[in-house]
């Protein structure tokens, strides 16, 4: 059983044809909310797009890394 307790945003942008995650922010965020509760862990990723491709597979692969 998992519960969601919070979630921040991941600024994302397209330059040239490239998707550049703002990875740093990713860890600014995480570091933050854990000075406040130390347990929490990330369990995964959300879009509020409508259509799946391949800069999905980026973020999925960026989680899948970081999850713990």
């Known amino acids: 059983v998992v519960t969601v307790c919070s979630s921040f945003a991941v600024p994302h942008h397209e330059v040239d044809g490239s998707l550049m995650l703002a990875t740093e922010r990713h860890a600014t965020m995480l570091s933050l909310q854990q000075r406040v509760l130390p347990k929490q862990v990330v369990v995964g990723w959300y879009s509020t797009g ?6 999905t597979m980026l973020f999925h692969e960026f989680y899948g890394q970081v999850c713990f």
Request: charged share 35%.
């Open 50 to 55: 409508e259509t799946v491709n391949e800069n």
